[in-house]
């Protein structure tokens, strides 16, 4: 997690770089989570940005998020479509991290990309997004197969902010406590150098803006 002191754009709190071992796999959802599918589980959608359902869903906010992954995982669970012991969850910061990076340890899932030349065919940021979310899976897909992890809207992570320890650690969760939580990959609104993988993004749990939303994974339940 987070990058060498010597990296370009760095911010500070991307540093000490962490060697992370994650001990179990996890499945994370290809896209965003749509408004389509959080009308079906919630029976609301909050979004600012309406008119077509396949646009991530936002001006959610954490508890949302995660009011939204427990529902789901109630649901499948009842229709019997989830391995014994698995839930639905926000991904760790570290998961999130790891899958965005989708093997790499460069700048961006991609590559380095110094000048932000090859983010438009990636991202929805502030140089393209026209100012407003767009339907999930247009840009280009990471190596694994995932989708707008870089721009349209950032996305809640489940750690409580943090300073990263530095060293070896396995399967971090943040802080136990704190006042803010993680949010990651940048969104539409945003410069490019606050989608690059390793920036972090923090804010009240409680807070809902337009340029937030998640995406869930299924994972063993803690």
Request: glycine fraction near 14%; include cysteine; proline fraction near 7%.
């Amino acid at each position: 997690m987070g990058i060498p002191s010597t990296e370009q754009g760095l911010d500070s709190d991307e540093s000490p770089q962490t060697q992370v071992t994650i001990s179990q796999g996890f499945w994370m959802s290809q896209y965003e989570t749509t408004q389509e599918e959080y009308l079906a589980v919630m029976a609301n959608n909050p979004s600012s940005f309406a008119g077509d359902l396949k646009r991530p869903v936002e001006t959610v906010s954490w508890d949302d998020a995660s009011t939204y992954c427990a529902k789901l995982t109630v649901g499948e669970r009842a229709a019997g479509r989830l391995p014994a012991g698995y839930e639905y969850r926000l991904p760790t910061e570290a998961e999130w991290e790891y899958a965005c990076r989708a093997g790499n340890a460069t700048r961006f899932g991609y590559g380095d990309d110094p000048d932000y030349t090859r983010l438009g065919e990636y991202a929805w940021y502030s140089c393209n997004s026209g100012e407003v979310t767009h339907p999930v899976g247009l840009k280009k897909p990471n190596g694994w197969g995932l989708y707008d992890m870089h721009g349209n809207v950032w996305e809640w992570c489940l750690d409580w902010y943090g300073d990263y320890p530095g060293g070896s650690v396995t399967d971090p969760r943040g802080p136990s406590t704190g006042s803010y939580r993680v949010l990651r990959g940048g969104g539409w609104g945003y410069y490019a150098f606050r989608c690059r993988t390793a920036y972090r993004g923090y804010y009240y749990p409680t807070f809902r803006n337009n340029g937030f939303g998640f995406r869930p994974v299924l994972a063993p339940g803690q």
